[in-house]
C-alpha cells in the first residue's frame, strides 16, 4: 500500500481548494461529526490489484456547501438528490487520486451515497486504513481509505455461497 496519511490530507485539501474554492483543515480526530444535524456519505470502490475503497462523510451543512459550488446555486435551490452527488463526486475524485497511487490495473466503481441522522455504510471485510478529519467552518468531514480482505471471503472449507451471504 503506497498511500500514506499526508497523501490523503493533501489529495483532499486540494481537491475542496481548486475544485470548490473552499478551504478545508486537517484535525486531530474527536468525535468529528455530529449526529444530529445529519450528515451525507459517499463510498467508491476500488477493484483489481488492490481492492478496498474510498468513503466520505460529510456534514449536511458542509455538503450543501459543496453542492451550490458544483451546481451554481444559492441555498434553498438545492434538491436532496444534487447535494448527494455532490458528496458523491467528492468521493470519486478522491478515489480517482488514491487509484493513482496503487498498484495496477486498479478500476473505480461509480459512488454509492447514504444520508441521515443515523447510517451505516460498510466495505463487506473491509478494514480502515487509513482515516482523516478536516474541519471547515466549523463543518466536520472525514476520509477514510478501507482495505477490503479478500482472502477472508474466500477461505478454504467455505463455499460460494457461505461466502457471499
Known amino acids: 500500500m503506497s498511500v500514506r496519511q499526508e497523501d490523503l490530507i493533501a489529495m483532499n485539501e486540494q481537491i475542496w481548494a481548486s475544485m470548490l474554492g473552499i478551504t478545508i483543515s486537517a484535525i ?5 461529526l455530529a449526529h444530529g444535524g445529519g450528515y451525507i456519505g459517499g463510498c467508491v470502490q476500488l477493484v483489481g490489484a488492490w481492492q478496498g475503497a474510498v ?5 449536511q451543512g458542509l455538503a450543501q456547501r459543496a453542492a451550490m459550488t458544483f451546481q451554481g446555486k444559492r441555498e434553498g435551490e438545492l434538491s436532496l438528490d444534487e ?8 468521493a470519486n475524485m478522491v478515489a480517482g487520486s488514491v487509484k493513482a497511487l ?3 490495473p ?3 466503481s ?3 451515497v447514504a444520508d441521515g441522522n443515523d447510517y451505516d455504510l460498510t466495505v463487506r471485510h473491509g478494514r480502515v486504513l487509513l482515516q482523516c478529519p478536516f474541519e ?3 463543518e466536520r468531514l472525514i476520509v477514510s481509505l478501507i482495505e477490503r480482505d479478500v482472502e477472508s471471503e474466500f477461505r478454504p472449507g467455505r463455499s460460494f455461497t457461505q461466502a457471499v451471504q
Open 28 to 32: 486531530e480526530y474527536a468525535d468529528a
Open 55 to 59: 468513503r466520505v462523510d460529510c456534514g
Open 83 to 90: 447535494v448527494r452527488d455532490a458528496v458523491g463526486e467528492l
Open 102 to 104: 496503487l498498484p495496477q
Open 106 to 108: 486498479t478500476h473505480i
Open 110 to 112: 461509480l459512488p454509492s
Open 136 to 138: 471547515c467552518e466549523g
